[in-house]
């Protein structure tokens, strides 16, 4: 299961809306692939097909979908926002990373 906070439910929110997406029937789309200066980066979109292999959550009023591989490295992380003075952005709060990068958008296990 991934978890949404307060903060990135609301911006999710507002994009979602800005880009033409229902927050309720549509979903945000949660992935791993391989890259970054770390070895694993994350992706965020927002979609309305489900594929065969997706696996379906929905927290804070959120409806996220992962492929199962990418669920087996994100289990139990936590999607923020921060808007602080080092950038503006979702924060993937995983658990299950050993080591992240510098900006937070790769990480290895």
Known sequence: MIKVSDIARTKISQLMAEGG???DKDFVRVGVKSGGC???????????KQQEN???????SVKIVVDKKSFL???GT??????GLNGKG????????NRTCGCGESFSL
């Open 54 to 60: 997706d696996k379906m959550f929905e927290d804070n």
């Open 78 to 83: 936590i999607l923020e926002y921060s808007g």
């Open 21 to 23: 997406f229902d927050v």
């Open 90 to 97: 979702f924060v993937f709060n995983n658990p299950n990373a």
């Open 73 to 75: 490295y994100l289990v």
């Open 38 to 48: 770390s070895g694993l980066s994350y992706e965020l979109d927002f979609d309305h």
